[in-house]
């Protein structure tokens, strides 16, 4: 049995690996096992390990097809027989005496399980915003040992290889990394750090992380994700292992976890929608109960009527609208949206679904973008520039169709925004907005009535105007002037029976408000 292990994952990295491997194979520490696995490498990096084995008895060689490094890292934490594991990328390298400063800190500490050193960021590709990494990410701001607490928990990096793990911990408590997903990292110190009472900084910088255009998987790093949703599958899957492991009363710490995961996953997703309700349903499912997380699950909510909203809107729009451009069969979208709400647009093989999947998203976006453009005026006067805040101030109002009547405030909102547009006379938002509004909300009687305003004085249409002043006085029966205005379209189409009663009705409103 070694006292560390290290386990390096490997992923075409022959340009930097030899600078990894002499640095571990040079540590101050001798009683130290190298775990190398191979992702299957397109490069020289198999040979390189392969060769540096050879050479040196403490070097162990596995290899795997391409899986990314959070199974190379699972697969060698099989066969780790350290006291303690250690993990560097292949492209990093570190200080000859990094274990053996870490191993003496743990062996005289022995109720700490986790020790922490400082990283130096450097760049063999040259990129400008080192400093500006390091400052951020790896501002080394404790020293010594340390109690464990929010600060600490959600102020240090979560990437796994500047710190030294006890091996027992992570076999007693099956902590390993989520498969197949990114933010792995984050997982894995959320789980293992839920058994750390006290941490211990090591206050130098013993990593030399080497900052590439190309990460670890092979990807373009800093450009905007399409897999942004792993940050929700990462907290769930946290939130999974607690459970498992009756670590519940941390419940505080899971609702910040979850905010936060949310907040950096929307600004940074294309497809806030997936997003959006893989957060919702997470929310449901962890039954969280903070303000903040319910403005989330409001606004699932309120997607999730936008999916509905979907399979009405080739009969409520023109073909020519904004909002539609393709034409889809009932059945098709139904299908789709069906594959979008339930989260699974990725898990399909057939390409005819695939494509409705592809179809339903798009639409999903332009209704969204739709309302984005017609509340733009609306926001503008409130003075809100951040998406962030202008979700949580006016789509967030919005709760669920059942809770519709009951708001006062929302309905406050809703009107306001189309009196707005209405003084405006932006005729086109006001109709397109007010029928989303009527499809999410069929109970929000006013859209009614300003619909009703702008067929009858802007448009000059009232037999459209008409039929929503009719569906209003069926939640608002004593408003004379709109009985009033009533009677007089029926007055201009003959129907003088109908202009009659209305005309009745109008008084008798009146009377009752005297």
Known sequence: MSLVSVIVPVYNAEKYLRKCLDSLINQTLK??????????????????CMDYAKNHAGIKVLTQKNQGPSVARNNALKIACGKY?????????????????????????????????????????????????QDYYFKFTHSGKKTVDENILFDTAVVPWNKLYRNSV????????PEGKLYEDNAFWWK??????????????????????????????????????????????????????NLTDKKQILDKLFLNAFTDAYKETSDRISVTLLANNLAKKMDLKNSEVKKV???????????????????????????????MSESDIQKAVSCVKNNTAYFVDDENIKN????????????????????????????????????????????????????????????????????KQKTDEIIKFGKII???????????????????????????????????????????????????????YGDVFNQLLYKQQAAQSLTKSN
Not at 32 to 48: F, K, R
Not at 106 to 114: F, S, W
Not at 208 to 225: A, C, D, P, Q, W
């Open 31 to 48: 009683d130290i096992e190298i775990i190398l696995v191979d992702d299957g490498s397109t490069d020289s990096s198999l040979e390189i």
């Open 85 to 133: 594991i250690g993990f560097v990328d292949s492209d990093d390298f570190v200080e000859a005496e990094t274990y053996e400063i870490a191993v003496k800190e743990l062996e005289e500490n022995p109720d700490v399980n986790l020790a922490i050193w400082g990283v130096k960021v450097v760049s063999d590709d040259n990129l400008a915003y080192v400093n500006w990494f």
């Open 170 to 177: 992570i076999k007693e408590h099956s902590v390993i990394f």
């Open 192 to 245: 293992y750090v839920a058994w750390c009472k006290e941490v211990i900084f090591i206050n130098k910088p013993l990593h030399f992380y080497n900052m590439r255009e190309v990460s670890l998987r092979g990807e373009v790093i800093h450009k905007k994700s399409e897999r942004e949703a792993d940050r929700i599958f990462m907290i769930e899957d946290v939130y999974d292992f607690y459970v498992k492991n």
């Open 297 to 327: 699950k409001l606004f699932g909510e309120f997607l999730e009527k936008k999916c509905e909203f979907l399979s009405a809107v080739n009969d409520e729009f023109d073909a020519d609208s904004v909002i539609i451009d393709k034409t």
């Open 356 to 423: 409705d999947i592809f179809i339903a998203h798009e639409k999903l976006s332009e209704a969204k973008d739709a309302m984005f453009a017609l509340i733009t005026d609306y926001m503008s006067k409130l003075s809100i520039s951040d998406e962030y805040t202008f979700i949580n101030d006016f789509f967030l109002a919005f709760p669920s169709a059942d809770a519709m009547q009951s708001s006062v405030e929302v309905s406050q909102i809703i009107t306001k925004f189309l009196s707005d547009l209405y003084g």
């Open 438 to 492: 009527l499809l999410l909300y069929p109970n929000e009687y006013e859209t009614y009535r300003i619909l009703g305003d702008t067929y009858l004085f802007i448009k000059n249409e009232p037999q459209i105007a008409f039929t929503y002043y009719k569906k209003y006085t069926e939640f608002i029966k004593d408003n004379d002037s709109v009985l009033n205005v009533m009677a007089d379209i029926c007055g201009q």
